[in-house]
């Protein structure tokens, strides 16, 4: 009986020249958002392998969002925050950080656009709002402890997860203060903070291949739930050598999840 080869997926034509920052499936269609250190963004119809558009930054794009199945939002080395749209091959920039730009991230629930930066702040943004008067979108600026490095929403809840290992939680019906400020339970730096899809929690993964399973609850019952594994670590030659946990994705339906090293 003959074994069936196994499946390893399709390359898509038109790849980025450089390394990819972030990729992001849009929720309604086949439609997948790139990000890259090419300085570009690019919009493809995976299941028609077509390159539907292109975008061009003044710096490597660190993050990109879907705003929907057309348009989305980046986030560049070179301080902007914009949106681009590929049906119209138009883009506006909502505003800009003094540092790059590192996470973005559309609130669905408030209609705004959220992104972390390494000048230490969080910044929600209107796009509805935003005309060629750069900052006309802004809707407020919030301090952060240290450099932004990756953020995550969930209904109306963002985790926010910096340098120094911190984490903030907050409410963004309500963000004059961090509803929660939280230190990371993994020992070395945080590289990527991913909200579970039912809202409970969030996944906290580090550079010492680590992810540790945090719940929002803080009750001694809902603390008792959170634990922590490892992970992407082998033995060479009697040595341990162990990667960092770069990315977390959930799967919107199931709640499982992949984490991925480069």
Not at 98 to 107: L, N
Not at 143 to 153: D, G, I, K, N, T
Not at 228 to 234: L, P, T
């Amino acid at each position: 009986m003959a074994v069936a080869p196994p499946v390893t997926g399709k390359e898509l034509i038109n790849p980025p020249s450089d390394g990819i920052s972030n990729l992001r499936f849009s929720h309604h269609s086949d439609h997948l958002l790139v990000s890259s250190w090419d300085k570009t963004v690019r919009l493809y119809d995976a299941s028609e392998n077509v390159l539907r558009g292109e975008f061009t930054h003044g710096g490597a794009v660190l993050d990109c969002c879907f705003h929907d199945d057309n348009s989305g939002f980046s986030a560049s080395a070179d301080n902007t925050v914009r949106r681009l749209v590929f049906n119209n091959e138009r883009e506006d920039v909502l505003g800009r950080h003094d540092a790059p730009v590192r996470c973005i991230e559309y609130s669905y629930a408030t209609g705004q656009v959220i992104t972390g930066s390494w000048d230490k702040t969080l910044k929600c943004w209107d796009p509805r709002g935003a005309t060629s008067a750069q900052e006309r979108a802004l809707v407020g600026t919030y301090a952060q402890p240290e450099r932004v490095y990756s953020l995550s929403l969930v209904g109306n809840r963002v985790v926010v997860a910096t340098a120094g290992r911190h984490v903030n939680v907050y409410d963004l019906r309500n963000m004059s203060q961090p509803e929660q400020q939280r230190e990371s339970s993994l020992k070395y730096q945080t590289r990527c903070v991913r909200c579970y899809p039912n809202g409970t929690g969030y996944a906290l993964s580090s550079v010492e291949g680590r992810v540790a399973m945090e719940f929002f609850d803080l009750s001694p019952a809902g603390q008792s739930k959170k634990y922590a594994f490892k992970c992407h670590r082998k033995s060479e030659a009697g040595r341990d050598i162990v990667y960092p946990v770069n990315a977390i994705a959930f799967h919107p339906v199931y709640g499982t999840f992949c984490n991925r090293r480069l």
